[in-house]
C-alpha cells in the first residue's frame, strides 16, 4: 500500500464514528418540541375545532438514524484498515474475514427487520392521513410536524464530517482512490445524505415525516445491499485463511 500517514487515517476513523454516533443520536437531537399550537391550526383548516391540545410533540423521524446502517459499513472499513497499525498483517488476514462475516450477517438481520418496521410505520402514516378528517388529525398529532430546520442542521453536519473523512483517507493514503469499493461506498452514503435533505424539502411540512420514512426505507434496502456485499466479499478471505493455517501447520505435523 505505501507509506500510510498514520494520524490522518486516525482522525478519518474518529470522523466516521462521530458521524454515526450524531445519526444514531438524531432521534435525541432533533425534534421532541410542542407542536400543539399548529395541530389547532391544522385542524381548524380542516374544519374540526379542537380545545386544549398537550402532549403532542415533534416527531424525530427515521431517516438520519437509517443512514447509520450504511455509514456504520464506512465505520467498519475503516476500522480494518486502522487495524492494520497494530495488529501483524498475518493475524489480521486470518481473523478479518470471520469477523466481516459476523458484521455483515448481524447488518443484514438489522437492516431487514429495521425495513419491516419502516415499511409498517410508513403504511399507517398514509393510510391515516387519507382517512380525513379524524385519521388525518391522529396522524396530524403524531407525525403531522416534522423538525425540518432542525434536521436541516444535523444533516449539515453529519455532510461535513463525511466530506472530512474522504479527504484524511486520502491524505493518509492517495491509493485509497484506487479501491473502487471504499470509493463506491463513499458515493453512496453522500449521495443518501443528500437525498434525504431533499425528501425534506420536497413536499410541505405536514408530509415530510412520509417522505423522511421513505427515505429509511431506502436506506434500509442499501444497507440490505452492502451486508451482501461485505458477506460475499468475506468468503474468499476465510478460505484463504484456511489454506494458510493448514499450509503453516502442516512442517508442524511432520517434524512431530
Not at 445519526?23 to 374544519?47: I, V
Not at 412520509?210 to 444497507?223: C, H, K, Q, R, S
Request: aromatic letters at 6%; charged letters at 10%.
Amino acid at each position: 500500500m505505501g507509506e500510510l500517514r498514520k494520524p490522518f487515517l486516525l482522525l478519518a476513523l474518529l470522523a466516521v464514528a462521530l458521524v454515526v454516533g450524531l445519526e444514531l443520536g438524531a432521534a435525541l437531537l432533533t425534534g421532541g418540541g410542542d407542536a400543539g399550537g399548529a395541530l389547532r391550526d391544522s385542524a381548524g383548516r380542516l374544519g374540526v375545532e379542537l380545545g386544549d391540545v398537550g402532549g403532542v410533540s415533534e416527531p424525530s423521524g427515521r431517516g438520519t438514524g437509517y443512514l447509520a446502517l450504511i455509514d456504520v459499513v464506512a465505520l467498519w472499513t475503516t476500522g480494518l484498515f486502522s487495524l492494520s497499525l497494530v495488529v501483524p498483517d498475518r493475524i489480521q488476514g486470518r481473523v478479518q474475514g470471520v469477523a466481516t462475516l459476523i458484521f455483515s450477517i448481524v447488518l443484514l438481520i438489522v437492516s431487514i427487520v429495521l425495513l419491516i418496521v419502516a415499511f409498517v410505520e410508513l403504511t399507517i402514516m398514509v393510510s391515516l392521513f387519507l382517512a380525513a378528517p379524524f385519521g388525518t388529525l391522529a396522524y396530524l398529532a403524531v407525525w403531522g410536524f416534522f423538525p425540518v430546520g432542525e434536521a436541516a442542521g444535523l444533516l449539515g453536519l453529519v455532510l461535513l464530517l463525511k466530506l472530512v473523512w474522504g479527504g484524511l483517507l486520502l491524505l493518509a493514503q492517495p491509493r485509497f482512490l484506487q479501491n473502487k469499493g471504499l470509493v463506491l461506498l463513499a458515493l453512496t452514503t453522500l449521495l443518501c445524505t443528500v437525498v434525504l435533505e431533499f425528501l425534506h424539502r420536497l413536499v410541505p411540512g405536514i408530509l415530510v415525516s412520509i417522505t423522511d420514512d421513505i427515505g429509511a426505507l431506502v436506506f434500509a434496502v442499501v444497507a440490505i445491499v452492502w451486508a451482501l456485499v461485505l458477506l460475499i466479499g468475506s468468503i474468499p478471505a476465510i478460505v484463504k485463511a484456511i489454506r494458510s493455517t493448514a499450509t503453516t501447520s502442516r512442517p508442524t505435523a511432520s517434524t512431530r
